[in-house]
């Protein structure tokens, strides 16, 4: 509580796996073939690992693998040398969500792949005055709106200092 842990597990830590999912995509695709049978065995574990270590990093393997698999396409003669390493981007990707959705229905039940993106969500609406604004013309969005016409301190008070729980139930 006192120390700079959950921030730094929570900010830095995503960061540095992103970086590491990077090269792990670019030894995929470009370096597939010169790799010895334990290093081809290290290199998928490290991108399946570094895929599943955050929400993020799906879409980033997405996008990653994407460019990097068009641009081995167009640089090499044939398309058969790309089928590999496509194959295992995608393989990683289903397995990192499948990983996603089997944690939260262990932790909470329910069968998701984020389980609190909507909250994350309405909080950047009401920080920009978007979703203040729809509140106002909105039948049911009073509870909202006493919650924040109370403390206006914005979306880090509706993500912390309220009664919200996060929890599972």
């Known amino acids: 509580m006192f120390t700079s842990l959950p921030w730094h597990t929570g900010q830095i830590l995503p960061d540095i796996f992103s970086s590491i999912l990077i090269l792990a995509v670019y030894v995929v695709v470009f370096g597939w073939d010169n790799l010895s049978f334990l290093t081809r065995i290290f290199t998928i ?33 044939s398309a058969r040398g790309v089928w590999i390493p496509a194959s ?8 990192a969500a499948a990983a996603f959705v089997a ?9 998701s792949l984020s389980l609190d993106s909507s909250k994350f969500l309405l909080a950047r609406l009401i920080g920009d005055g978007t979703a203040v604004k729809f509140l106002r013309h909105c039948p049911m969005g009073d509870f909202l709106l006493r919650l924040l016409r ?9 993500l912390v200092g309220c009664q919200l729980t996060m929890a599972p139930r």
């Open 88 to 95: 295992l981007i995608v393989v990683a990707g289903m397995t």
């Open 103 to 111: 944690y939260n229905y262990a932790y909470a039940g329910r069968a």
């Open 150 to 158: 109370r403390n206006p301190r914005g979306p880090q008070y509706f």
């Open 45 to 77: 574990f490290v991108l399946f690992s570094a895929t599943a270590f955050h929400y993020s990093h799906l879409p980033l393997l997405a996008v990653t693998g994407g460019v990097a698999l068009l641009l081995a396409a167009w640089c090499r003669i």
